[in-house]
């Protein structure tokens, strides 16, 4: 049950009482039977032209029968409710219509369940008006959070292609060398081997050059081969960061690095996005004058470290840097979604600190 049918359950009860004991006539049960009949109406209809016309009536009857301004209060609270409130002014005729008739008692009862009836509606009123401008405003602020979690989402694929088509140019790049330089001698000495074949008649030297024949080709297919699986291999990360670094000329950046193994596809795309990240973060919202990279690995998880000595970031409280802007959530969400840790602090500068497990990232690849 809503409060606003709940109050005008309560206040309709109330007139009935004030009613019954003010009156006295043999026309109490048709005087109460209509007002719950009104009620029923109005409450099953719920029209504001519905509650002009009655409030309109109240006040009328209430002129030529005054005992009946008790359910004056009800038709208050209606219209009060339907912001007809220039139409309130005439509860004023028969409150002064009790007055001109001796009836103090009942004016006193009448005038307080009026106003108690307009503090009410109004109050009601502007509660569910507030309660919808929250529901506007949450529903609002979720659809703001689908749009950032879109866009993140588009971000971090946008920035897995750039490295994406990094890998493919390096992968080019290396394929053409092989097919230029390898390819080219294994070619040429297939079609030699094919050219002797074809000169000589000695049996034991036609079998050594098809086994020699038969060997080169294995290595053509063997390079073809390699050639196709160079994708993961093509990109080295301790590279790659330093290109992103030697292009990076906001401040000087200090790389330590110490790998013993090159990452799986995962942690190598996640490691160039971070500091992509961080870096650009450093230039819109730093005031740093040095920063430092570190790249660990341990035996189950590698580490990234980026720090700056930047004083800008120190007056904001923790959590708010997870909600910078769409950059960092997707960091946060990158590094969740190959489970591991991060942690962004600014006790002396900005720093990302970041844990990533071997275990996930070669599950990452499996699949």
Do not use: W
């Amino acid at each position: 049950m809503s409060n606003h049918l709940l109050e005008r359950l309560i206040i309709i009860c109330i007139c009935v009482i004030f009613f019954v004991v003010g009156g006295g006539s043999e026309f109490d049960v048709i005087y109460i039977l209509i007002a719950i009949s009104v009620f029923s109406l109005t409450t099953y209809l719920n029209r504001k032209t519905l509650s002009i016309i009655v409030f309109i009536v109240s006040v009328v009857l209430s002129v030529f029968f005054p005992i009946s301004a008790f359910f004056l209060p009800f038709s208050v609270y209606d219209l009060r409710f339907s912001q007809k409130n220039l139409f309130l002014l005439l509860s004023l005729v028969p409150l002064v219509n009790l007055l001109t008739t001796d009836n103090f008692n009942a004016f006193i009862i009448v005038s307080s369940l009026v106003v108690l009836a307009y503090l009410l509606a109004a109050g009601t009123q502007k509660s569910e008006q507030l309660y919808s401008s929250n529901f506007d405003l949450a529903d609002q602020l979720r659809q703001i959070a689908m749009s950032d979690n879109s866009k993140m989402h588009e971000l971090m694929d946008k920035q897995d292609y750039e490295l994406h088509l990094a890998m493919m140019s390096e992968r080019n790049r290396i394929a053409r060398e092989l097919h230029d330089s390898i390819g080219h001698v294994l070619t040429s000495a297939i079609l030699q081997v094919g050219a002797i074949s074809s000169k000589t008649d000695d049996t034991q030297t036609l079998e050594s050059l098809d086994v020699l024949s038969q060997s080169l080709t294995g290595g053509m297919s063997d390079v073809r081969n390699s050639i196709h699986n160079l994708y993961d291999q093509s990109v080295d990360v301790r590279a790659t960061l330093e290109n992103q670094l030697s292009s990076f000329q906001f401040i000087p950046v200090d790389f330590k690095c110490q790998i013993s193994e090159q990452p799986s596809k995962a942690i190598s795309i996640a490691l160039s996005a971070i500091l992509r990240e961080g870096l650009s973060n450093m230039v819109k919202h730093s005031d740093a004058t040095k920063a430092t990279l570190i790249i660990y690995e341990h035996n189950n998880f590698y580490q990234f470290v980026l720090r700056d000595n930047g004083k800008a970031c120190r007056t904001k409280s923790p959590d708010s840097l997870y909600n910078n802007g769409m950059g960092l959530s997707g960091i946060v969400q990158r590094v969740h979604s190959l489970n591991g840790n991060i942690n962004l602090s600014c006790h002396s500068g900005f720093e990302i600190f970041v844990t990533l497990p071997k275990e996930s990232s070669h599950e990452t690849n499996h699949h």
